[in-house]
């Protein structure tokens, strides 16, 4: 337990819905604590999601805080830093363990405030909305919004603490950017359960627009917190960039995060030189590292001076001779490539068309320049796929495996490939957000035709993400507020998913695996993050023409 100073401030519980392992290697997470700390009027402790073998971190009354070992009841404030969709189940858990109703609804005024952000709040917030007073969408930026929101925050603190009518309060923030407060908006289903309109209360806006950093002065998100549980272990990691310009389909960090901001080197080298100076790996995280303009001075510098570095994921084309000569020098063992597919009809129609051969050549490569293992990630389930898709990864792992162990044989030791298969799951703000999720069983077929191809293939190993898992996240992505219930059950279940489907075989069908119309009106309707509806029906479309032409002809026309 770590004591912090004691300040007379409004207290904030940053809650992670998920373990400290987990929890600690999230950037988001740390730069929410750091940013709240670095106020005067904040003070925040975090708390994480138990898993059974931490008993110091719960207590009958839930949760408790890293810092003073106190319960969420005891804090003005309850934030949760909230990424992935599969942790949603554990917010009203928390909330209902430590005795606070979990529904907003319920809450009087003597309970805190519940908050949530993080990209998965952003992308889509009504999931959770009946447990939550305000959602933040997009990102801290102290360098404009993030002034207005703390001190509509500590005001409201201040309110709430004096038994103020909580709605009262809430609707102070409907001109603060970035604040979505639910209980403003009122959705109104036809009989078939499709969204016919939103309310919005009088004075709040329609379209809540997500904040980004657009500043070169903004704070650079950089983890204030090491430990050795943590998922990358004492690694100081540095967000280097948001969004990515090659706009693949699929991939929500790419469209939502437009426009692609890279930080420049200056602004985080100190933060460099403490990591080397203390001996820590620099994880550089961003997704698009490969576009960075200082990538190589940056990986230069570290190694020049001794130090280490990781690297979240790089496209292809970012791994050029010397960014690879660095990687190895800095004794990394593993090398990670997300070709996602592998068939160059479906490559098209996801739109990350990059050639198979690119692949196999920086196999040889990384592994001629001594690093040992590969790490390749694939999705099943994509639109308009068929079983040849599955059978396509089958065909280029055994290429790659191929070329890896020739490659291998002058290095006089050979590694390992490793193969994670997810089910594709489509997300709000990506052009498949009207896609239909592949059902179950097309999901675990696909994935059998990969494992099955792959069997016994020496220094070559299959994992697969849970198919029930994926249908959960499938949900809940392009779910909206009605599934509160659903949320409420599986917290009483611990988290677990097993036979809630069952008993609710609709869910699946209507959320995830139903293809939406053109003009349907979606629960993340009321976020924008500056891309335009039409702008992604537009591709989507581009993308199902291919795909369409595809079964038709039995071919596909290069329209791209
Ligand atoms: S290259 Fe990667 S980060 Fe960029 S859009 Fe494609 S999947 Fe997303």
């Known amino acids: ?15 992670y819905p998920n373990v400290f392992r987990v929890g600690m290697g999230n950037l988001g997470f740390q730069f929410v604590y750091s940013r709240l700390n670095a106020h ?30 106190r319960t969420l009841r005891d804090f003005q404030a309850i934030a949760f830093s909230v990424p992935f969709e599969n942790d949603y189940p554990a917010i009203p858990g928390a909330l209902l363990a430590a005795g606070i109703p979990s529904l907003q609804a319920d809450r009087g005024p003597d309970d805190p405030l519940v908050i949530a952000g993080g990209v998965s709040v952003s992308m889509n917030p009504e999931p959770l909305a009946p447990f939550l007073d305000m959602a933040y969408i997009g990102e801290l930026d102290d360098e404009s919004t993030e002034p207005a929101l703390f001190s509509m925050l500590a005001q409201a603190f201040e309110e709430s603490g004096t038994n103020r009518d909580r709605a009262q309060v809430l609707a102070r923030f409907r001109d603060v950017p970035g604040a979505y407060v639910p209980s403003a908006y009122r959705f109104d289903h036809d009989a078939t359960g499709l969204i016919r309109g939103i309310e919005v209360a009088p004075g709040f806006p329609s379209r809540v627009t997500a904040v980004k950093r657009r500043s070169a002065k903004a704070s650079v998100p950089v983890s204030v917190l090491f430990s050795p549980e943590a998922e990358f272990g004492e690694s100081l990691l540095i967000e280097t960039n948001r969004g990515c310009a090659r706009g693949c389909r699929f991939c929500a960090s790419g469209w939502m995060h437009q426009p692609v901001r890279h930080v420049e080197f200056n602004r985080f080298r100190n933060d460099v030189d403490s990591a080397i100076r203390d001996g820590r790996t620099v994880g550089l995280i961003g997704s698009d590292l490969a576009g960075h303009p200082d990538l190589e001075e940056i990986l230069t510098y570290i190694t020049d001076r001794g130090g280490r570095f990781s690297l979240s994921s790089i496209r ?17 063992k593993t090398a990670t490539l997300a070709p996602e597919t592998a ?12 050639p198979s051969e690119r692949f196999y050549e920086l196999v040889e490569r990384l592994v001629a320049a001594g ?19 599955a059978q396509a990864i089958v065909e280029f792992c055994l290429e790659s495996r191929r070329l890896f162990v020739d490659a291998s044989r002058p290095q006089k030791k050979i590694g390992k490939i490793a193969v994670q298969l997810n089910p594709f799951v489509p997300k709000p703000w990506t052009p498949f957000q009207w ?20 069997r016994k293939v020496p220094n070559l190993v299959v994992r697969a993400e849970s198919v029930r898992e994926a249908t959960a996240q499938g949900v809940l992505s392009r779910g909206d507020r009605r599934l509160a219930a659903l ?13 809630i489907f069952r008993s609710n075989p609709d869910l699946p069908e209507f959320y995830a695996h139903r293809e939406r119309s053109q003009h349907e009106i979606f629960p993340w309707d009321v976020v924008d993050h500056g891309v335009s509806k039409d702008t992604l029906r537009k591709v989507f479309v581009k993308s199902m023409g291919t795909g369409l032409v595809r079964e038709v002809l039995g071919k596909h026309t290069d329209n791209e």
């Open 1 to 15: 337990m770590i004591t912090t100073q004691t300040r007379p401030s409004i207290s904030v519980a940053l809650v």
């Open 371 to 389: 690093i040992p293992n590969i790490r390749f990630y694939f999705m099943v389930g994509f639109p308009a796929e068929t079983d040849n898709d």
């Open 487 to 499: 949320l409420l059950r599986v917290a009483e279940q611990h988290g677990r998913w097993s036979g």
């Open 435 to 454: 896609a239909a999720m592949a059902s179950e069983k097309v999901l675990r077929k696909r994935i059998k035709i990969v494992r099955e191809g792959l």
């Open 40 to 69: 005067p009027l904040f003070s925040a402790e975090r708390f994480f999601v138990s898993d059974a073998s931490d008993r110091k971190g719960r207590s009958d009354r839930g949760p408790l805080s890293k810092e003073s070992g």
């Open 316 to 332: 292809p084309e970012g791994l050029s001779s010397s960014i690879i000569e660095l990687i190895a020098r800095t004794g990394q």
């Open 343 to 354: 068939s160059p009809e479906m490559k098209r129609i996801i739109g990350k068309n990059i």
